[in-house]
């Protein structure tokens, strides 16, 4: 009887994890690269969605990592979560409610390039039965 009770309070307790994990962070990668300085002729640089690995760790500040060349080596805040994102750059992740930093996985090192008047990088709120959007541009390669 008591094996009964603790596979019912055990099944029980997987819904409502499940259920209280309905929020996280969903959005779209883009991938911009290439002049796009104003010119007279009109000429289209493709701006185009990209797969990648997102990285997500508690809300860290500047004085939270190790940079160099404009990528993160090194992030000392806990690591949460990571995904990937679908080929035309979409990811969703489901995350408990918090305050989260965005990274992307990039061969150099992780990148981020939004920034919040305290200086946390790539910040994003989770609230709770709700997914936040963010979106994110790789862009180390453009010109502005």
């Known amino acids: 009887m008591k094996l009964k009770l603790l596979f019912i309070l055990a099944i029980f307790s ?17 991938w911009i690269y290439g002049d796009h300085l104003p010119k007279p ?6 701006v185009q969605g990209v797969s990648r690995e997102i990285q997500v760790y508690e809300l860290t500040t500047l004085a939270d990592v ?3 060349n404009g990528f993160f080596k090194k992030v000392y805040t806990r690591f949460v979560a990571s995904t990937f994102s679908k080929a035309d750059g ?3 992740i489901k995350l408990p409610p918090g305050k989260y930093s965005l990274f992307v996985k990039e061969e150099k090192g992780l990148y981020a ?6 200086k946390n990088i790539s910040p994003i709120m989770v609230k709770p039965k709700q997914y936040a959007w963010m979106t994110i541009t790789i862009d180390y390669e453009a010109t502005y």
Do not use: A, C
């Not at 002729?41 to 493709?46: A, C, H, N, Q, V």
């Not at 390039?113 to 305290?118: A, E, G, Q, T, V």
């Open 90 to 92: 979409t990811f969703k």
């Open 113 to 118: 390039n939004l920034f919040d008047s305290d």
């Open 14 to 30: 997987s819904f409502h994890t499940l259920q209280s994990q309905q929020q996280g962070v969903t959005g779209q990668l883009f």
């Open 41 to 46: 002729e009109k000429r289209s640089i493709p």
């Open 66 to 68: 190790d940079q160099e």
